[in-house]
C-alpha cells in the first residue's frame, strides 16, 4: 500500500526527519486560510498516488492567500495521471540550494534491503541509475543487524557531502532505516531531500509503501487504507474481508475469484445489462463469510433502488458448497429478501448445492449464459 504524501510526512516526522510545516486542504478556501494560518510563501502540492507531479503540473508555487485559492481551485477536481486530485497538501515553500536522493527498498535479487543516496535529488532515480550508477551510493544492511550510523556516514560521504550536512544527512538516512524498518516497508523515499539557502535540511518530499501482507501489524496505516473507499458499502466490504466495488446498474453481481468475477461483469454487459457492483469473495469460503457477502449484496440492493437483481457464480473447489450454500441459506432465512437471485453452481458436488439452494429461493442455472440472461431479464 502506498501512502499519500501527507501520511508519509507525518510518519517521517514522528521518526525526526524534518519536514516542511504544511496543511492538507479539500477545498479553494481552506488553501486560502492555510496561508493566512501559515503566513508565508507556500507550494500546492497535489496529493495523488503517483510521482511526477512536478512534471505534471501538480505542485504550484502561491505567494499569497488569494494566489494560492486560485491555484487550488485549478488543482483540484483535476484528473493527474488517472487520480483525481481530491486533497492538497500546502506547505512553506524553501528556498532550495541543493537537492538530493536518499531511500531505502528491496533488492529482490539478494532478499536484503537496499539503502541509496544520490547528489541527484528532485530528478527521476531511475534515469540517475541508468545514465550515471556512479552517483549512486549503496549499502546492503544485514537485516539482523541494522544499519550503523557509520555506514549511512561514509555513504554520504561518497556522494559528496561534508561537515554538518554529512552528519546531518547521514542521521536522516539512518532514520529513513529505521521507518522502513518499522512499517514492513517496500520504498521508504525521500526525493528531493533539500538543503535549504539558509542550511536546514528538510525533506520536501515523502515516500512510504507499506507491505500489504503486514497491514496487520498496522492498525493505523490500516484504518488509512479504508478511509480512502468513499462509499460507506466499499468500507463495509473491506471489513467483511471482500472485494466490494460499488458501481451503477440494475444486477448486482458476485463470484469467488477477481478473473470470475470480472467475466460476469462482462457477461452482464455482453446482454445488454449492466453491473451494479463488484464482488469477489476470495477462495475457500467459511459459511460466515458466505453469509456476510450475500448480506452485503442485500444491503446494496436495500439502499440502490436500481438494483433489480442478485446475479452470483461460484466455482466449487478450493471454496466448499457445503459453507457457501448453508450460509446463503442462513440470511435468506433471516432477511426473507424479496429480490430475485439467481445463481451459477459449478464444480465438486455442485448439483446438490443447487437442489439445496433451489430449495431456498435461488435459481439455479447450469451455464452464465443462462443465469446472465435470466439475471437481466432478456429471457
Ligand atoms: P514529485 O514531482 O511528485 O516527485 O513531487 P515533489 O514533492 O518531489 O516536488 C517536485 C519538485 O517541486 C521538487 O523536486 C522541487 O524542485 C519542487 N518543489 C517542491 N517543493 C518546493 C519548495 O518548497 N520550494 C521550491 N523552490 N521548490 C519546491
Ligand atoms: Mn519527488
Known sequence: MRLYEHEAKKIFRKFGISVPQGRVVSNPAEAREAVVELGKPVVLKAQVLVGGRGKAGGVKAAGSPEEAERKAAELLGVEMRGFKINKLLVEEKLDIARELYLGV?????????????????????????????????????????????????????????????????????????????????????????????????????????????????????????????????????????????????????????????????????????????????????????????????????????????????????????????EGFINVIAKKKPQIPIIGVIQGVAADRAAEILEKAGIRCYPTIEEGVRAAVGVM
Not at 141 to 161: A, C, F, N, S, W
Not at 198 to 211: E, M, P, S, T, Y
Not at 231 to 241: A, C, F, I
Not at 296 to 304: E, H, I, R, V, W
Open 105 to 325: 527498498t528491496i533488492d529482490h535479487t539478494r532478499g536484503t534491503p537496499v539503502v541509496m543516496a544520490s547528489s541527484e535529488g528532485g530528478v527521476d532515480i531511475e534515469e540517475v541509475a541508468t545514465k550515471t550508477p556512479e552517483k549512486i551510493a549503496l549499502l546492503h544492511p544485514d537485516i539482523r543487524k541494522g544499519v550503523r550510523e557509520y555506514e549511512t556516514r561514509r555513504l554520504i560521504k561518497q556522494i559528496g557531502l561534508k561537515g554538518r550536512e554529512l552528519l546531518r544527512t547521514s542521521s536522516i538516512l539512518w532514520m529513513l532505516y529505521r521507518v522502513f524498518r518499522a512499517y514492513n516497508g517496500e520504498i521508504a523515499e525521500i526525493n528531493p531531500l533539500v538543503i535549504t539557502t539558509d542550511g536546514n535540511i528538510v525533506a520536501v518530499d515523502a515516500r512510504l509503501n507499506v507491505d500489504d501482507h503486514a497491514l496487520f501489524r498496522h492498525p493505523e496505516v490500516e484504518a488509512l487504507r479504508l478511509e480512502r473507499f468513499e462509499s460507506p458499502l466499499e468500507r463495509e466490504g473491506q471489513k467483511r474481508g471482500v472485494n466490494f466495488v460499488d458501481l451503477k446498474g440494475s444486477v448486482a453481481v458476485m463470484g469467488n475469484g477477481a478473473g470470475l468475477v470480472m467475466a460476469l461483469l462482462d457477461a452482464v454487459k455482453m446482454v445488454g445489462g449492466e453491473p451494479a457492483c463488484f464482488l469477489d469473495t476470495g477462495g475457500g469460503l467459511s459459511m460466515e463469510r458466505a453469509e456476510s457477502a450475500l448480506d452485503l449484496l442485500l444491503m446494496k440492493a436495500d439502499s440502490d433502488p436500481d438494483v433489480k437483481a442478485i446475479f452470483f457464480a461460484f466455482w466449487f473447489m478450493i471454496t466448499p458448497a457445503q459453507e457457501v450454500t
